[in-house]
């Protein structure tokens, strides 16, 4: 029966036979001097893929490292800053007290000065009013000698007089 299957896909055992032991020679050479290279080859790659995911993971690892030290330096610089803005805000409030307080003293200095030109002013006006009394009193004298006024007369323009000295002050 084998022989009748073999002869209907009509195989030949020596053509079959030849062949076997051509593929097996061929298996041999192969794994003698290519397989081991091939291997080699395989075994090489998955270690230079093995240290560069190595490698991979420990520049991760640094970059997380210097990110970590950067956000601290950020925070360090933001606390700094808001220090500082704190120490200028700070200086700025006593810079602006230092303003009013220097501004209420000169405002002082004026209304003192101001007191002072209108106390002035008051006694120059207190003196030319004592000088247009002289002169209204020279006057009312003058008046009184040319119109030889009587004694009640006298009395009655001296009394009105002094009334009108009395109104100014």
């Known amino acids: 029966m084998l022989s009748q299957i073999l002869d209907a896909l009509k195989i030949e055992i020596p053509q079959l ?3 076997i032991i051509g593929f097996l020679i061929a298996l041999w050479i192969l794994k003698r001097y290519a397989w081991k290279p091939l291997l080699a080859l395989l075994d090489e790659r998955r270690e230079r893929i093995k240290n ?3 490698e991979i993971e420990t520049k991760q690892k640094q970059a997380d490292a210097l990110n970590a030290n950067y956000q601290s330096k950020l925070k360090d610089i933001d606390t700094e800053a808001r220090r500082r803005l704190t120490e200028a805000m700070a200086e700025g409030e006593k810079i ?3 303003i009013k307080e220097n501004a209420r003293n000169e405002a002082k200095d004026t209304f003192s000065r101001s007191k002072a030109e209108i106390e002035q002013d008051m006694a120059k ?3 030319e ?3 247009d009394v002289v002169l209204m009193t020279i ?3 003058e008046r009184i000698i040319h119109e030889r006024l009587d004694t009640p007369k006298q009395r009655e323009l001296i009394g009105r007089f002094i009334d009108d000295i009395e109104k100014v002050k």
């Open 52 to 54: 560069g995911f190595a």
């Open 17 to 19: 036979i030849t062949h």
């Open 125 to 127: 006006a207190r003196v």
């Open 129 to 131: 009013l004592k000088n």
């Open 96 to 98: 602006a007290a230092k």
């Open 139 to 141: 006057t009312a004298a």
